[in-house]
């Protein structure tokens, strides 16, 4: 299989074919024409997790002899009927053999007694016992009769002269009449049945059974299983090989010295791959790199592990020319020596072109454009008898492609049961509008509040990496439907275990980076719990407390008539009560300048200024109500700041921004400027606070997160940021 990265094909027609559509015709053409897995021959201590390829018989039977169950004494068992804690039977050494769980059964024996019904030592403990007055309870039990039961047990007639002795209170005589007639010897506590305790020959499994069937995983109990029954190697079904080809004119490193610690590779050893190899194609010629030769690209890297999850191993080829003939060689080569192949090119201008060229060259393309955002551009074809996948350049649509259409391949491939996708019916937290072209998937967190799932979009961008990273779920738009609206319940196919969504925190509200140091610690100091953000500004997060939809709501705004934070704002949203308002920190918020200030901006009206471009929160954030009340203060007519509309949803966001060279001023918190060494003009203190409902403050990760509040760690880390002040963090404020 071949993955080409293109962008878009110039000129050519895309097709709009639905996603299932479009995989059930390409898996259905490769089935057509073989496509099916490769086995190979591997030790069984090297086959744990691999998949069998056919079905394993025992060599042996196990046992392959009769072992003993149990720690304990082996001996037959005629001689201990009768045997019971009151009226033991005494043997001598050579009536048993001591023995350990697993040891073969000793020849004439057909029975173990545990060591917990064997008393060794008898002479000892009866003549101390006979020594601390026992001696009359004994030649009662004597004087009843039980001396019979012990002259049946003991052997040469001792059971006479200790009845004698006892009776007569003799304890020296007992201990010498035990030993004599006992040297060696126990007293069997418990009749034993036949076979007791014993695992007999092939009582696991016989010589000739079938331990594994074909096309089953080997997991470490069946490896136990196989070795115990003497077989020495499986055959499993081959590990598929995926190539990933990166375009790249570019190999130097960041101190800018080309790696150049390659070894030409001869033609043998580009067909005999086996994974973790990296080539470099320098035109007709092919290297091996050694050492530290190449670092992946990111695409690269995310398809590596991607494709090692799902079972395969991955070889890297790097084209040093970014031409359609050397590409086409490179796809050729890496065609006849792997299952599977990727190629990275997002970055070079034209190679979109080059690549769709190399492809169309190289093989036959069976579809070409798929209704499926993000990854639309998708050519699904065949090269040399093997699939042809062309990926966008985006991560994003990459990721979404591999799973869609490369991981059924890898499953058929290695045998491997074809996954099952678990889905759960979610609120959705605001409204997601999607192209009714298009089959859309759309990443979300999730998190379990007052009774129900409920599902927080996540960044759509093609390019953003961290939405996956984030996602806790994918809701799948299908065609026609053009989206979903606010509150409705939708389907969520899950990435993650329901149980850790169930346990984790869903913040709503106001960007702090401090909400990233108490998920830390949460997380630091108890695994169960973590915590789910989304940065919908304050008044977001109170709406999203009103609808149910989070437990915690981070807030910050401003009341312009008393000067006062939170507490109006929260009285006319939550007229019946219901929530707390709970301290958290007093923070810094000013203007985030570049490095040095070089524009002279001296106080907020400077913003207006011609040469000054703005970055701007979004509306309902906090920051934002405080910025617009700035603005009014200082006479400051918004219409004319360049960027005024340029908003954000993060501190961070607008002063990476600013760190870029991209924007020269933003309003935002101290602690945020310090992380991109920006320069801050000081424009006030202000209150943030957490809202909490009512119907989340009894929760366990609710009373958890209070605990970190108040903890020194939290003090430290808020220190370490610089910015902020605290006073009794987790105290309530307010109630309602």
């Not at 207006?608 to 006479?635: E, H, M, P, W």
Request: aromatic residues 6%; hydrophobic residues 40%; negative net charge.
């Amino acid at each position: 299989m071949i993955l080409l990265s293109i962008e878009h094909l110039s000129g050519a027609q895309y097709e709009n074919i639905p996603v299932e559509k479009a995989r059930e015709g390409f898996l259905r053409e490769l089935t057509e024409r073989g496509l099916s897995s490769g086995t190979e021959t591997v030790p069984v201590t090297a086959a744990a997790e691999r998949v069998t390829a056919a079905p394993v018989y025992a060599a042996e039977s196990s046992p392959r002899y009769n072992t003993c169950a149990m720690d304990g004494i082996a001996l037959s068992s005629s001689i201990t009927i009768g045997a019971s804690k009151t009226s033991p039977v005494m043997l001598t050494r050579e009536q048993y053999v001591q023995v350990s769980t697993g040891s073969p059964l000793p020849e004439g024996c057909d029975a173990v007694i545990m060591s917990e019904d064997v008393a060794q030592g008898v002479a000892q403990d009866v003549a101390q016992g006979v020594a601390q007055g026992v001696a009359q309870g004994v030649a009662q039990g004597v004087a009843q009769g039980v001396a019979q039961g012990v002259a049946q047990g003991a052997a040469q007639g001792v059971a006479q002269d200790v009845a004698q002795d006892v009776a007569q209170g003799d304890a020296q005589s007992v201990a010498q009449d035990i030993a004599q007639g006992n040297d060696g010897g126990v007293a069997v506590l418990a009749q034993a049945a036949p076979w007791q305790h014993i695992r007999q020959v092939g009582e696991d499994i016989c010589a000739g059974e079938m331990i594994l069937p074909s096309f089953t995983e080997i997991t470490p109990a069946a490896l136990g299983a196989v070795l115990s029954c003497g077989v020495n190697s499986i055959e499993v079904i081959k590990k598929p090989v995926v190539g990933i080809i990166s375009v790249s004119e570019e190999q130097e490193t960041a101190s800018g010295k080309r790696r150049d610690n390659h070894e030409r590779a001869d033609e043998s050893e580009m067909h005999s791959v086996h994974g973790d190899e990296i080539y470099v194609a320098r035109g007709d010629e092919v290297y091996v790199a050694r050492g530290d030769g190449h670092t992946p690209d990111r695409n690269t890297a995310i398809y590596t592990a991607m494709i090692k999850q799902w079972g395969a191993v991955t070889v890297a080829y790097i084209s040093e020319k970014c031409r359609a003939a050397d590409l086409r060689a490179v796809i050729s080569g890496a065609a006849a020596a792997c299952d599977a192949v990727v190629v990275c090119a997002e970055s070079l201008t034209g190679t979109a072109d080059i690549t769709a060229q190399a492809l169309g060259e190289a093989g036959e393309i069976l579809f070409r454009g798929v209704a499926i955002m993000p990854g639309k551009p998708v050519i699904l074809s065949i090269c040399g008898g093997k699939p042809v996948i062309g990926v966008p350049g985006n991560p994003v649509s990459g990721i979404i492609i591999l799973e869609e259409f490369l991981k059924p391949v890898i499953e058929i491939l290695s045998g491997a049961e074809p996954e099952q996708r678990e889905y759960a019916d979610a609120a959705l937290t605001r409204q997601v509008l999607s192209n009714p072209d298009y089959k859309e998937y759309v990443r979300v967190g999730l998190g379990y509040v007052t009774g129900k799932l409920i599902a927080i979009p996540l960044s759509r961008g093609s390019g953003v990496v961290s939405s996956f990273m984030k996602a806790d779920g994918i809701v799948e738009i299908p065609l026609e439907s053009g989206g979903y609206k606010n509150g409705e319940m939708v389907p969520v196919r899950l990435l993650k275990p329901f149980r850790s969504i169930e346990t984790a925190l869903v913040a709503i509200g106001s960007h702090d980076p401090l909400l990233d140091e108490l998920s830390e610690l949460m997380k630091r100091h108890d695994r169960r719990y973590s915590m789910k953000s989304s940065h919908v500004g304050s008044m977001g997060g109170l709406m999203a407390i009103k609808r149910g939809e989070a437990h915690i709501a981070g807030t910050h705004l401003l009341d312009e008539s008393s000067g006062e934070y939170n507490i109006q704002f929260i009285k006319k949203q939550f007229p019946k009560g219901g929530v707390r308002l709970v301290q958290c920190v007093r923070r810094e918020q000013g203007l985030m300048l570049n490095k040095g200030n070089p524009d002279n901006i001296e106080s907020m009206s400077d913003i207006a200024r011609d040469d000054i471009r703005y970055v701007n929160r979004q509306k309902g954030s906090g920051t934002r109500i405080l910025c617009d009340y700035l603005c009014r203060r200082f006479g400051v007519d918004t219409s004319k700041v360049r960027g005024y509309d340029r908003e954000e949803y993060t501190h961070t966001s607008v002063a990476a921004i600013i760190a870029s060279g991209s924007a020269d001023a933003g309003l935002g918190i101290l602690s945020a400027a310090g992380m991109y060494g920006l320069d801050f003009l000081h424009i006030c203190d202000e209150q943030y606070d957490l809202l909490i409902p009512d119907y989340a403050w009894d929760l366990p990760v609710v009373k958890y997160l209070l605990e970190i509040l108040k903890s020194d760690a939290f003090a430290q880390r808020l220190q370490q940021l610089g910015g902020y002040k605290i006073d009794k963090p987790g105290d309530v404020l307010l109630r309602l």
